[in-house]
Each structure stands twice: as structure tokens, then as C-alpha cells.
């Protein structure tokens, strides 16, 4: 099951920030987050990562808060390619490995 | 270069039938892993290997058999096809099995008849 919580949809207007919640509230200490997105018909693609520090790459920003209770996913100026299902995963152990546990994510709908 | 490509991208076939999807990652990863993705769009991890060697196996009926000849190759065989079995399965790989980015395929859209 899922460890994590997302709103199971958002619009946002091209050219804005889009800004995605998701709640995991029992996140473990060494526990990271991971961001994805699956565009339609094609296969999940990474967005970022991070611990306990806010990360920032060439896609988007990731904050997360002091208490890694929760995080924030920011796409800083949302195109229509944006345009997506994005899923925030904690990954958890199963059996002798760890492996990702996809919610049913957030369904970001960029809007011309 | 296709970092992780499935083949075929799409197969119809009959109930009863066999078939295989094959997968390769050209990354120089560890650890490959198959997914499947229902009518409800969840994507639920099947069976993850490393180095060739099963690692996690969910719960997946045993006509589903996995065979990795090598750490690039990760095939997946399923015998004697059900209409449920219908689902797009996407291949993924990563470095090794611990907090690593993993990297999906296209997927296979597998249906059913």
C-alpha cells in the first residue's frame, strides 16, 4: 500500500508555478521521497528526489518540511507537456529489497 | 539511445495462449524490476532481480515466469493468457536495489481476447 496522500487532481494555468502536495505523514528516518510522472501512454519518468533538504533540478523543485511529514513538488512555469500524472513515492522495504509503491498520484491538467 | 526498451509495444492474443515480452536496459544497471499497470492506471510492482537473481516477487500467479539470461535482460513469460492478465507492463531499471532512481521502459500493452 501506498505511504503517501496526493489530491487526485489539479489544474494549473501555462506559464504559473504548479505546486503539488502530498502528505506521508509515517515516513521513516532514512526513508527518501521520490517524484514521478507518467504522461500518457508512456512509461513513469523520475522528476527528483530528496531526504530532508529542498532539492532543486532542471525540472522542478522539491521542498519538503522540517518534519518530512510532507513535501511539495514545484513545476516553476507549467507548459502544456506538463501535463501529466505525478506520483509521490516513499519507498518501502519488501522482503530482502525496496521498491516503489505507486499511489493513484495527482492528475496535473496545464491549461492554455 | 532507448535507455530501457520493451518489445513488442503492443500484443493481442487469445486466451490460453503464451507469450513473452522481453526487456533490455543499456544503463550497466544491477537491478531490473517489472510493473504492471491495470484499467485503473495503478502501477504495481511484479518481480524486481539483481544481478540475474530474483529479489522480490509480489504475489503474482506462477503462469507469470520471469528469466533474466543476463543483468541487461529482463524477459517476462506468461503461460496460458487470462483476461485479466490485460494491463500495460512496463520494464524499469536502477543502479542497484537501495534508494536508487529507477528508469522505466515505453511499456507493453498486453490485450487479451
Known amino acids: 500500500d501506498a505511504k503517501t496522500t496526493q489530491p487526485p487532481s489539479m489544474d494549473c494555468a501555462e506559464g504559473r508555478a504548479a505546486n503539488l502536495p502530498c502528505n506521508h505523514s509515517t515516513i521513516s528516518g532514512n526513508e527518501y521521497v521520490y517524484w514521478y510522472r507518467q504522461i500518457h501512454s508512456q512509461g513513469p519518468q523520475y522528476i527528483i528526489h530528496g531526504l530532508k533538504n529542498n532539492e532543486t533540478n532542471e525540472m522542478a523543485s522539491l521542498i519538503i518540511t522540517e518534519d518530512r511529514k510532507s513535501s511539495t513538488l514545484i513545476l516553476p512555469h507549467a507548459t502544456l507537456r506538463d501535463t501529466a500524472v505525478y506520483y509521490c513515492?516513499?519507498?518501502?522495504?519488501?522482503?530482502?529489497?525496496?521498491?516503489?509503491?505507486f499511489g493513484p498520484g495527482t492528475r496535473l491538467s496545464v491549461l492554455p | 539511445d532507448t535507455a530501457v526498451s520493451q518489445t513488442p509495444k503492443y500484443l493481442v492474443t487469445q486466451m490460453g495462449n503464451d507469450k513473452s515480452i522481453k526487456c533490455e536496459q543499456n544503463l550497466g544497471h544491477d537491478t531490473m524490476y517489472w510493473y504492471k499497470q491495470d484499467s485503473k492506471k495503478f502501477l504495481k510492482i511484479m518481480f524486481s532481480y539483481n544481478n540475474k537473481e530474483l529479489i522480490i516477487n509480489e504475489t503474482v500467479p506462477n503462469r507469470f515466469s520471469p528469466k533474466s539470461p543476463d543483468k541487461a535482460h529482463l524477459n517476462l513469460h506468461i503461460n496460458s493468457l487470462e483476461l485479466g492478465d490485460s494491463a500495460v507492463y512496463f520494464c524499469?531499471?536502477?543502479?542497484?536495489?537501495?534508494?536508487?532512481?529507477?528508469?522505466f521502459g515505453p511499456g507493453t500493452r498486453l490485450l487479451v481476447l
Open positions: 524499469a531499471s536502477s543502479r542497484t536495489t537501495t534508494q536508487e532512481t529507477q528508469y
Open positions: 513515492i516513499v519507498r518501502v522495504a519488501i522482503n530482502y529489497g525496496q521498491n516503489f509503491v
